[in-house]
Every structure is written in C-alpha cells, then in structure tokens.
C-alpha cells in the first residue's frame, strides 16, 4: 500500500480512510470551458483537404474535425495577461520594446505558432461543472494505461475499486468496504459487474496473475476461480437479460474468451448446495497482442475488440456460433452425464423479442459441463470441478471477424451508441489521438475527431446525441482530460481542464449527481461520470447537470448518408409527388 497518503480525514492516528472524500478546498483549482471546432490545422498526414476548405481522414470521404487544444486556454489564462498588462502601464513599461527582434514560428503539434499569432479564441464560460463534486482518495490506485479498476451496480448501488491488489465496494451511506486482499504481485488489472437487468449482483475480477474471481458482491467469499495463463486485461458482462450472464475474457496475450456463467440464488444454493457452473463457450483469436478493451454490441449478437495491435475487431460471435451447430460432425460429441452439467431445460426457451433468440433456443446444444474452474465454498474452501475436453469449446480464428478497423495506436476505448443502431465509437492511444466513429453494419466510417491526447474511455449519453470522452497523455500538452462532443456535429460543447498535469486513466456512468441536484433533473437517470485519475484519487464529475433532453435516433445520425440510413431502415422525408 502506497504510504504518500493525502492529509485526509483518518480513522485513526496515522491510518488514512481508504476511498474518503477529500475536502474540495484542499484541492488546487481547475478550469473547464467550452471550445470551438476548426481553430487547429490536423496533424499532417492524417487527413487530405477536400478543395471546399474542409478536412477528411485520408483514405476515406469521412470528415475529419479538430479541436483547439493547443491554442484556447482558460479564462484564467487571459486575466492574468490582463493584470500584466496593467500593471507595465502603470509602471511605464514598453512590452513590445522587451520582445526580440528576431523570431520564428514553430509547429507545436496543431499548427504553426509565431510570436504574433494570437492563441485560439478565449475560451467562453462553461456550461459544467469546472471542478468534480466529489473526490475519494485512492491510495494504491494503479498508473496505468491498460487497466480498469473502476465498476458500479445500480441494483445494489454499489461502487467497486480495486486499489493496486485489494478489493474495496464503496457507497454513499456506507463508505468503504475491504472484500479481498492480494498479493502485492496480483495487482487488479480489471473489475466488471453482471448485467443490470439480471439483478444478480455478480462481480468478475480480473488479476495480472491470470487469476479471474467470480463473486456475488453481498456474498463473503467467491463463488468461482479461473486461472489463465496469462494477465487478465479486460471482462465485459453482456448487459443482457437471459438465463445465464455471458462474460468476455481478454488477456495480454491477445486471446479472448467467451464463458457462460450460471449463478443460482442465494436461496438455491442454500437449499440444494448447487453453486452453479462457469462454462467455456468459445476461444476467440482475431488479434496478435494484448487486449485493450472489449464491448458487447447491445443487441448482444456480437462484440467489438481493441488490442495494442492497433486493431478493432467486430466479432458476429453468435452467428459463428450457430454455424458451428449446424454442421455438428466438426467437432466431437461428448457425453453430458455428471453432476456438473447444464441439463436440458435450465436454460429458458422463450423468445424475448429479436434478441437473442437462437442462442437462448438452442444454449443446450453445447453449453454443458464446465472447463477449468475451482469452486470457492462459503467457508473459504476450494474444490477442484470436473473439466471437460478443450474439444468442446469452439475455436474462432483470425479471418473470421466480419470488420478489422485499423487505428494508429492501441484501443481501450469502445462505446456502442445507446440510440442509434450500428453507431460505434472507438478512441486510440498515443499516435492515434482520435475518436473515430463507425458504422457497423457496413464497417463506414463516419467521422474522426483529433483530441491531441490518448482517449481512454468513451461514454454516451443516453438522452441527448452526445458522447463524452477522457484523455490520458496529451501531445502536444494541453490541461483537458474531460470533454463532450455533439453529434452527429461533432462539436465540442463542454470540457474540465486539470491543473497539475494527472492522466483521467479511465472512466464509467455514474446515474447520480451532487446532492443538491434538483429532483426530477436529469442526474436521475445519467448525468456524472466517475473518473479514475493518475493521482490517486477518483473524481465524480457532473457533466450532463441540466434538465433533460430526450433523443432519439434518426435522420442524420450516421454522418448523413441517404444509403447507410436507408440501410439501417431510416426514412427520410422527400417531396411529395402529386
């Protein structure tokens, strides 16, 4: 455990109170703002002009938009300037006279700067919060590109942290809560909840040693243990109701997999002392380096995965999958007898709407049996299960992805827009510095925004066309680690600068607000995202405050193409024909 610890409020003399509120008059001041698009020229190479003074992502006829990162500057910025000013008139100081003679414009990353050239616009009073309404201290909190500590459940209200190797959940009411405690060397590299309309509270925690626990987040002790041969990066539920909780797994090594999880009750367990099955599905090998990020589509037919191979795959997992059961004589048949299986008629065989249906329908067919896992008993005990043959689990190969996006640096961040169908947003890492949106169904892309920085997560707003995003290394340097774009604009309409220089490392929706939001505002629904900082602390920024705004997909919303909209049965109002 990290000993430079914040002077903060204590348990005890000398103990600090892991993940306590730091008080916000003990925090230096930052400046959020809005900004304007077009003030920067894009980094050369990365886009080609169109002839009608606009810019598009070479290669591609999307458009390519820009921020002001490099020149705007916060308001405080321009005051001082104003007090120099003032204060070499009234000393009788000639400002031009003290400037050389001699001097030259530089390129610093956005465009060409000289001594003349004003910065961007001044940057106009925000429409947010400049500063978060909450910060916890986070002693042990990792400094690290590739992890995700952060998750929250709105079932049980519930914030989990991992701080380096040890476990916390934390609450408005009651605070922290230690749930494990590791090995300095089993640090948490990721932290994931089961689908919210499941209820079922499941948390999946993914270690560098290979190590996943699976546990109910009321529960004692874990439920289940996978060892991987290789570091957990990321394991994203499917935020899908069914009958089981599907989870993706995706490690250093560049391998995912997908896994079936039954979970009975509390009530079950104690009554039959059947603590459920986890279940390897399929192994899937579409990239050749670490997994960054993975996200399910939400129609959950498919996910999209980002690697530091500098790929995003979209994976149509379950349309190989029904391929793959359709021509049964391509793997072999195995008996489903043992105490361990999934019997016929565990999984429900009702239809919920288009969703699903196959899988749901025929998840007997070769969901049985469980592959390596050792059961963790309510006293602390582990039982070795019974392992079925790797033959069982179905292989998905390079090649047989549906779309490879290529990106310039690594992918962490992948957001599926939540009103609009086949709209996915992608950030990438260092030489990247973009937010690309694509079309998924025809693998288009749409836009790309240069945000001059890593982008290390990306979250839509659920009730208005905006999309919020978090930045890590700036290059060339700027102060912004938080801003919200419009779209299909792509305009910026807010941003949070920090002063000090730390990384926002990652991010996650927070339904919930200060509490003197109003009631009834639309802080109730979204509104606060939950940020992970490289200082070591966790700041709740309110960046949605105002009332809300319905939305709804439509016209326009995949960069205005007339096909794609066609595509996706979007009809356009035309002239009428008399």
């Known amino acids: 455990m990290a000993t430079d610890y914040r002077n903060v409020s204590t348990g005890s003399v000398g103990c600090p109170t892991i993940l306590s509120a730091v008080s916000q008059n003990q925090r230096p001041p930052s400046y959020g703002t809005i900004w304007t698009v077009g003030g920067a020229a894009p980094p050369p190479g990365a886009a080609i002009n169109d002839g009608r003074g606009r810019?598009?992502?070479?290669?591609?006829?999307?458009?390519?938009?820009t921020t002001n990162f490099c020149t705007a500057r916060p308001k405080k910025e321009d005051d001082d300037e104003s007090h120099e000013g003032r204060l070499a008139e009234a000393l009788k100081i000639d400002q031009i006279a003290r400037s050389l003679a001699k001097t030259k414009t530089a390129w610093n990353g956005c465009e060409w700067v000289g001594p003349y050239n004003k910065p961007g616009s001044t940057l106009v009073e925000q429409n947010i919060p400049s500063t978060p309404y909450k910060v916890l201290d986070a002693p042990g909190l990792r400094d690290d590109y590739y992890c995700s500590v952060l998750a929250y459940n709105?079932?049980?209200?519930?914030?989990?942290?991992?701080?380096?190797?040890?476990?916390?959940?934390?609450?408005e009411p009651a605070g922290a809560v230690v749930l494990e405690l590791g090995h300095y060397r089993e640090w948490i590299t990721s932290l994931s909840f089961s689908s919210t309309s499941g209820g079922k509270g499941i948390l999946a925690?993914?270690?560098y040693n290979g190590l996943l626990t699976v546990r109910g987040i009321t529960e004692a002790a874990p439920r289940f243990q996978l060892k991987l041969g290789a570091p957990i990066t990321c394991h994203p539920f499917l935020d899908?109701?069914?009958?089981?909780?599907?989870?993706l797994i995706g490690d250093e090594l560049g391998n995912i997999y997908y896994y079936v999880v039954e979970w009975p009750s509390a009530f079950d367990v104690s009554r039959d002392g059947w603590h459920g099955t986890t279940t390897k599905v399929a192994s899937i090998s579409v990239h050749t380096q670490q997994i960054c990020a993975l996200s399910w589509t939400p129609n959950g037919y498919g996910f999209i995965s980002g690697a530091n191979d500098n790929l995003a795959c979209y994976v149509e997992i379950e349309r190989i999958l029904k391929q793959r059961m359709q021509h049964p004589s391509e793997r072999d048949n195995h008996s489903r007898e043992g105490s361990n299986t999934l019997h016929q008629g565990t999984l429900s065989k009702r239809r919920n709407g288009s969703r699903r249906t196959w899988m749901r329908d025929s998840m007997e067919s070769y969901v049985y049996g469980t592959y390596p896992v050792t059961?963790?008993?309510?006293?602390?005990?582990?039982?070795?299960?019974?392992?079925?043959?790797?033959?069982?689990?179905?292989?998905?190969?390079?090649?047989?992805?549906?779309?490879?996006?290529?990106?310039?640096?690594?992918?962490?961040?992948i957001a599926f827009c939540p009103w609009q169908d086949n709209l996915v947003a992608t950030g990438g890492g260092s030489n990247d510095k973009c937010i690309h949106f694509w079309h998924v169904g025809s693998e288009a892309l749409l836009a790309t925004i240069v945000v001059s920085a890593q982008v290390t997560s990306l979250i839509w707003s659920t009730t208005r066309p905006e999309i919020?995003?978090?930045?890590?290394?700036?290059?060339?340097?700027?102060?912004?680690?938080?801003?919200?774009?419009?779209?299909?604009?792509?305009?910026?309409?807010?941003?949070?600068a920090w002063s000090g220089g730390p990384r926002a490392l990652s991010a996650i929706p927070y339904p919930k607000g200060p509490a003197d939001a109003p009631k009834g505002s639309r802080t109730a629904r979204e509104g606060t995202i939950i940020v992970a900082s490289s200082d070591r602390s966790i700041?709740?920024?309110?960046?949605?405050?105002?009332?809300?705004?319905?939305?709804?997909?439509?016209?326009?919303?995949?960069?205005?193409?007339?096909?794609?909209?066609?595509?996706?049965?979007?009809?356009?109002?035309?002239?009428?024909?008399?």
């Open 205 to 207: 925690v993914g270690r």
């Open 240 to 247: 899908f109701f069914a009958p089981t909780e599907d989870v």
């Open 539 to 578: 700041k709740f920024h309110e960046i949605w405050p105002e009332g809300s705004k319905a939305t709804f997909g439509g016209f326009g919303m995949l960069g205005g193409s007339d096909i794609l909209e066609g595509l996706d049965g979007i009809e356009k109002e035309g002239d009428v024909i008399r």
């Open 55 to 65: 810019y598009i992502r070479s290669g591609t006829n999307a458009p390519l938009y």
């Open 468 to 496: 919020a995003a978090t930045f890590g290394y700036p290059t060339p340097d700027h102060p912004y680690r938080v801003a919200v774009f419009s779209w299909p604009s792509c305009k910026q309409v807010g941003a949070i």
């Open 375 to 413: 059961k963790v008993g309510p006293d602390g005990e582990t039982r070795n299960a019974t392992l079925d043959p790797e033959d069982d689990v179905i292989p998905v190969r390079r090649g047989q992805e549906k779309h490879c996006w290529k990106h310039d640096a690594a992918v962490k961040a």
């Open 154 to 171: 709105p079932t049980f209200d519930i914030l989990a942290v991992g701080l380096g190797s040890s476990l916390y959940k934390w609450s």
